[in-house]
């Protein structure tokens, strides 16, 4: 049972695939039906059967409890017997009234003991009843072992198909995962080679960003120079403007100086003239006259005289200020021509710049079409593989959702592998229940029979005989029936060396290329075919359990009529009540454990333990396969190395898809 247990997870790897040509799962699921049906019969027998020996049990250990305290009183009352003889013995004359009453009484007793063996005559009718039962669930036991033996012969050939089929399959998947490895190998080379490719791209499209910015600032700042520049040669103009208008005001000025000079002059050479001829006239004329126009003349010479040095000093000044101006003008033009210079070398500057500037807008713009291409291609590469991960994902999940579907399904086998095996051993233990039972009675005869010759020899010798020849009876009864007991551990030691085997062969008949709706009819049909099964042979358990508990209560009133002859001591029956207590004991922990493996039939393989000691319990434990938990192991370590293997894929596709997503995040941002 171990062995099986050990062996769901692993083999439910081996049930993936069935061979083409198997059809025979109507079978299987019809004889996986009729043990389900025979369990779940087997089971409430097995509780009923549970509560009715409880029932006997308790009334077991009161009627025991009673034959004790008789037995104890019929001791002291026979001890005081023994007195009374002694007595008599000395006062045979006093006493022989005495003697008279106790032969009397001994005669009532014998009388009872007479009732009591027409009793016990019954009973042994009825106990031979009860092994003529007993026979026939043997042979009834011995036919469904043989039909066992044969559907297990048949699964273990269809097991030997299935797994070569699923050793092959594994082969094939092994190939397919070492292939996935090599492609995710080469898919992971690949977007390592794209992230270096990117971020030489992000490093270029860097530098080329800073070289652009770097030469965005200098066409600022050139501008703001031009501004400057445009702005001082605006002011330059306007004060070269406002000099050539000066210029030109001074020239007029000095036009008009120089005409307001030569009319001067006119004057004064004409004063001059004028002066002459007076002075000509004169001398032709009276002085008294001509003293008179004299100084008016003078004082006219005087006050031209003082024009004239008047406006020669203007003139001067003049002169002076023209030259001065002449050299502001040239010195303005100078620097009018230097700043129109430097005006052209700025202008050819930023013709230059802006060539160049255009020159790397281009180059910035063919570099991000570049970056636009290669990141339109790394999005359909990135899309492409996750698209592929995806699909890897559906397929793992697929996958372990078929293989926990066959991990229910092979765990729900072995459950019923389990709980069939246990039920073989109950029925096991009944059978050495009732031979322990058989023992006890032909024990509790031969010890009556002793107190009955110890008591009364020569009255009692004709029913010493009958008795004798009735426990030789019980003798060759018990031993046929220990040979019959014999048969069928024999019979169920093998069913069970082969039933591990059987839950597997049924759970991988069920995969393969059917549906899973077909596969659970078949396992509907199979529980209900066993639950039918199982409640027959419950039946048969619950009518030879109700024979059992009426007959246990005959037998104890018979002995509580024959305990005042008995001479058995307290410990031999403190002996018997302790085997019978733990007869009962290993029935009662068996059914426990039916109990247990309905809820818990996982642990029975993660608590070997345990199950060892609860088996220790049982009288007749099953044998369990070697190579049936070599198998297991294997098929262990081949479960664990594939979700190891599972595992690893899982933890590596999710860092792909982060660093995916990351590459992806990364791209935006730059964008």
């Not at 019969?41 to 034959?67: A, G, H, P, T, W």
């Not at 090599?182 to 860097?206: F, G, K, P, W, Y």
């Not at 005042?564 to 733990?582: D, I, L, T, V």
């Amino acid at each position: 049972m171990r062995s099986a247990a050990a062996a769901g997870p692993g083999r439910a790897r081996c049930q993936v695939l069935k061979p083409p040509g198997f059809s025979d799962g109507g079978f299987a699921g019809r004889n996986a039906k009729k043990w389900a049906g025979e369990v779940g019969l087997l089971r409430r027998q097995v509780e009923d059967v549970e509560k009715s020996k409880q029932d006997m049990v308790r009334e077991y250990e009161q009627q025991l409890k009673k034959f004790q305290e008789e037995l104890s009183r019929l001791r002291r009352s026979y001890e005081k017997l023994q007195k009374k003889k002694t007595r008599s013995r000395g006062e045979a004359n006093k006493g022989h009234e005495e003697d008279k009453f106790e032969l009397s009484r001994l005669t009532r007793k014998l009388e009872e003991f007479r009732q009591k063996s027409l009793d016990w005559e019954k009973q042994r009718l009825q106990y031979q009843q009860q092994v003529a039962s007993l026979e026939a669930q043997r042979k009834a036991l011995a036919e469904h072992s043989e039909l066992v033996q044969t559907q297990l012969a048949n699964r273990k050939q269809i097991l030997d198909s299935v797994e070569l089929a699923s050793r092959s399959e594994i082969q094939h998947l092994t190939s397919r995962l070492e292939r996935a490895k090599d492609t995710i190998c080469a898919n992971e080379l690949e977007v390592e080679r794209l992230s270096m490719r990117v971020d030489d791209l992000s490093e270029d499209n860097r530098m080329i960003l800073e070289d652009q910015q770097r030469v965005q600032e200098e066409l600022r700042q050139s501008k703001k120079m031009l501004e400057v520049l445009q702005d001082e040669k605006m002011e330059l103009k306007a004060t070269l403007q406002s000099q050539e208008d000066f210029i030109d005001s001074s020239k007029l000025h000095q036009e008009q100086l120089q005409k307001e000079l030569n009319r001067m002059t006119e004057t004064l050479h004409r004063k001059e003239l004028l002066i002459r001829a007076l002075e000509e006239r004169l001398q032709g004329k009276a002085l008294s006259s001509a003293g008179l126009e004299l100084e008016q003349v003078l004082l006219q010479l005087d006050v031209a005289q003082k024009k004239e040095q008047h406006l020669q000093s203007e003139v001067n000044r003049l002169e002076n200020s023209l030259v001065t101006s002449n050299a502001r003008c040239v010195q303005l033009s100078e620097e009018l021509s230097e700043n129109i210079k430097e005006l052209q070398s700025l202008e050819e500057d930023q013709t230059e710049s802006r060539a160049e500037i255009k020159k790397l807008k281009d180059q910035l713009s063919q570099a991000e079409q570049m970056h636009s291409s290669e990141l339109e291609g790394m999005k359909r590469e990135i899309s492409r593989l996750t698209q592929e991960l995806n699909q890897r994902d559906i397929t793992i999940a697929s996958a372990s959702g078929s293989t926990s579907d066959l991990e229910r399904q092979l765990r729900a086998e072995i459950e019923r592998a389990e709980r069939k095996a246990v039920e073989h051993r109950v029925i096991l233990v009944q059978l050495e229940t009732l031979r322990l039972e058989n023992r006890h009675l032909s024990e509790i005869l031969e010890k009556r029979e002793c107190g009955k010759l110890k008591g009364d020899d020569g009255t009692l010798r004709a029913l010493r005989e009958d008795y004798a020849a009735e426990l030789q009876k019980l003798i060759s009864e018990n031993q046929q029936l220990r040979t019959d007991l014999a048969e069928t551990r024999a019979k169920l030691g093998v069913t069970a060396q082969e039933c591990p085997d059987g839950p597997e062969g049924m759970a991988q008949q069920g995969q393969g290329k059917e549906p899973r709706e077909a596969q659970h009819r078949t396992a509907q049909e199979a529980q209900h075919e066993e639950d039918e099964h199982t409640g027959r042979t419950h039946l048969q358990l619950d009518r030879t359990a109700q024979h059992h508990h009426r007959d246990p209560l005959r037998c104890g009133a018979a002995e509580t009529g024959t305990a005042p002859e008995m001479g058995e001591p307290p410990s031999q029956s403190s002996s018997k009540n302790c085997k019978e207590s733990r007869a009962w004991l290993g029935a009662e922990s068996v059914l426990h454990v039916v109990d247990e493996n309905k809820d818990f039939a996982d642990e029975a393989s993660k608590q070997p333990a345990l199950n060892h000691h609860r088996e220790s319990v049982f009288l007749c434990p099953l044998p369990t396969a070697p190579v049936g938990s070599i198998a297991a192991r294997y098929l262990e370590d081949e479960e664990m190395r594939s979700q190891h293997i599972l595992e690893c894929l899982n933890a590596h596709i999710e860092e792909l898809k982060k660093e995916s997503a990351k590459i992806v995040r990364r791209f935006e941002h730059q964008e």
